[in-house]
């Protein structure tokens, strides 16, 4: 006991390693001698399967299908229930308004409250149906078989086939995808492992991307791939590239020696038990919302009050200087189309009706223009009062750093917090855009609406559409990955160079994928 007590702990460490390795060559040395091989199983139908499943050419492709099709299935399933739930909080939004009286509580639980919790509710069908597939392929003892032929890949760039489960485990959550490098003995490829792993797509990410995808990527089918499916895919596919490419880089860099030792046990194959499926999807799913809920609700809390009060003359006297704006100039080239638009279809539905003569539609047509004309004022009001409320003040302050990605002041708030946590991204846009929101209105159609005051051209286009997702796929996650990277490396050193690299390299990507497109 007190020779141990004087070793250091990379003593004790390597002598743990010693002992291993002389453990498995005991152990094969019997096994040599009096193990059997069972000719009949090494025939049998996992053995066949094993030989498919980790072939150097099929079982990577393979793979690749498997991949395809999870993201093709999260695209086309998930969109009527998503659609469903932006219409109800769209709708619930507009009642609340109509129901409770008019004030500061109302438009705290209208704006705030229902808008942010909506930017998260709305993408429960995909995050559920992510955590499904995952939870399928773990059950069946597929991913084991990945972890193995993975590590073919893996070998030149400093990992192992271990450093896999933490990068797939990437795309729920960092933060136990950091957490699972433990199992990695070798001390250097955990720890590239733990600074590559953040590049992985986290499913907070997928609200951002989902979102924006949808904004920008037109609809259409290639081989019966949906664009925006192959997008998303690729996106998946970059982070994964960012995290081998940056371990490469890492394995070169780090001047740390150490011996490494891939071990891995292969279960047998199963039909998955649909109850733990069904249980490990709602936990997941669960943990995701109300992690996520707790954040998003205080920081749209504190984004209404700042997007609802100024302290400029401006936005004391925005409901005169609007109105005086309208009658000089008329209304936002938004809301003209939109007006239009809805008095066109109103019309064509008046025409539709029998026994109603042409006086009656007409009147029907002025009143309904009236009504549209009322909302459009209280929303260009609204918009005006955010633009000069405390949340514009600061926008337009860090808007200089984010107008050459082609983002606006609102893109460039939405970045900002989203550091707490990537999926308060949806829930700050649309706490934001939710001024001026009718039934009719949700928060793509006001994203889709926005316009850049510099080129007036729609701000959300493919040039800025594609900066924005080329900066959340390689940007840091969010600071709680911060503060279990340092638990994890024990160390401030690792995680603050892993937070100025990611953010650089994420801007300077995202600033020359504009400047090309635009």
């Not at 060559?25 to 025939?43: C, P, S």
């Not at 006001?446 to 900066?467: C, H, K, W």
């Amino acid at each position: 006991r007190s020779n141990f007590s004087t070793k250091s702990k990379s003593e004790l460490k390597r002598l743990q390693q010693k002992e291993t390795i002389l453990r498995y060559q005991f152990i094969n040395g019997i096994l040599k001698e009096a193990y059997k091989v069972d000719l009949q199983a090494a025939k049998g139908f996992r053995a066949t399967l094993d030989k498919i499943l980790t072939h150097k050419v099929y079982g990577y492709l393979i793979f690749f299908v498997i991949l395809l099709t999870i993201f093709q299935a999260i695209y086309d399933w998930s969109s009527y229930p998503m659609d469903f739930i932006d219409e109800q909080f769209a709708a619930g939004s507009e009642w609340i308004k109509d129901t409770l009286p008019p004030g500061v509580f109302t438009d705290l639980l209208a704006e705030g409250i229902l808008a942010g919790i909506g930017g998260i509710v709305i993408f429960i069908p995909q995050i559920a149906f992510l955590f499904l597939f995952i939870a399928l392929l773990e059950e069946s003892g597929y991913m084991s078989r990945v972890v193995f032929l993975m590590d073919r890949v893996m070998r030149p760039f400093g990992l192992s086939g271990k450093s896999v489960v933490p990068l797939i485990s990437g795309t729920a959550c960092a933060i136990p995808a950091v957490m699972a490098t433990r199992n990695i003995e070798n001390w250097k490829e955990r720890l590239i492992t733990i600074l590559v792993t953040p590049f992985t797509t986290c499913s907070a990410r997928l609200p951002v991307y989902l979102i924006i995808i949808a904004l920008v990527i037109p609809e259409g089918r290639f081989i019966g791939l949906s664009y925006q499916a192959l997008t998303l895919m690729l996106l998946y596919a970059l982070g994964f590239m960012a995290a081998i490419f940056s371990a490469m880089i890492l394995h070169k860099v780090l001047k740390i020696k150490s011996r490494t030792f891939f071990v891995i046990e292969m279960p047998n194959y199963k039909l998955p038990l649909l109850k733990n499926v069904a249980i490990t999807v709602i936990e997941k799913t669960k943990s995701f919302v109300y992690g996520a809920g707790k954040i998003i609700l205080a920081i749209s809390i504190v984004l209404w009050f700042l997007g609802s009060n100024g302290i400029t003359d401006r936005f004391a006297e925005a409901d005169t200087l609007v109105q005086k704006r309208i009658s000089e100039e008329g209304y936002t080239p938004y809301n003209k189309a939109a007006m239009q638009q809805k008095i066109e279809a109103y019309k064509a539905t008046l025409d539709s009706l029998p026994m109603i003569s042409t006086a009656q539609i007409q009147d029907s047509l002025t009143a309904r223009q009236k009504v549209l004309e009322e909302r459009a004022v209280k929303q260009e009001i609204a918009s005006y009062k955010l633009e000069n409320s405390y949340i514009g003040n600061i926008g337009k302050a860090i808007e200089p750093i984010v107008r050459p990605l082609g983002y606006d002041w609102k893109i460039g708030i939405a970045v900002l917090t989203s550091f707490a946590a990537r999926e308060v991204f949806v829930g700050t846009l649309a706490t934001i855009y939710s001024v001026g929101n009718d039934e009719e209105e949700t928060i793509k159609n006001r994203m889709a609406a926005e316009v850049n005051s510099e080129t007036d051209q729609p701000l959300f286009n493919l040039a800025s559409g594609i900066s924005l997702l080329l900066f959340y796929a390689f940007a840091m996650q969010c600071m709680s990955t911060l503060a279990i990277v340092q638990r994890e490396t024990n160390s401030w050193k690792w995680p603050l160079a892993q937070l100025v690299f990611m953010s650089v390299f994420a801007y300077l990507v995202a600033l020359l994928a504009y400047q090309i497109l635009k």
